[in-house]
């Protein structure tokens, strides 16, 4: 018998034995798997229903619009704090964006010059042209400078920053 022919016997029956193992651990793991597990693969309706309430959420999410009876509680929606801007907040969030580089014709912050002819006109039409929106020759103010979300009393305290800034 040839070397090569004696080592190919060899290797067959070691991968043989190799395969009855693996079938053999897998039958047994199977007979195990069916002895302690069996009586929950079966169709118990009472195992099932504590399997549903043990892994049931503690929660729902619900989102805007949607029905919370559905949810099974009723919450009241609760309002969003507003905070109240002051001036220099105001003029930073909102009015920068063209008071900042003269945009549109609106007087630079700080700019003396560009501010006298609109505060001559008097305090009260600065207030009514910033919060209503003004067009006139210089350019155009859009009501709240875009910011309809301010309320006036904001708005006001924005242009008193401007107009201490220039004075």
Known sequence: ????????????????????????????????????QGQYLQADSTYQEQVVAAIQPVGQVLMPGEDASLA??????????????????????ACIACHGAGIGGAPMYGNADAWAPRIAKGIDTLYTHSINGFAGDAGYMPAKGGRTDLSDDEIRAAVDHMIESSQ
């Open 1 to 36: 018998m040839s070397q090569d022919q004696k080592f190919f016997d060899i290797f067959s029956l070691v991968l043989g034995i190799l395969v009855v193992v693996a079938f053999g651990i897998y039958a047994l793991s199977a007979r195990i798997g069916n002895a302690t």
């Open 72 to 93: 099974g509680a009723v919450v009241d929606t609760a309002e969003p704090v507003k905070t109240v801007l002051t001036g220099p907040q105001v003029y930073n969030e």
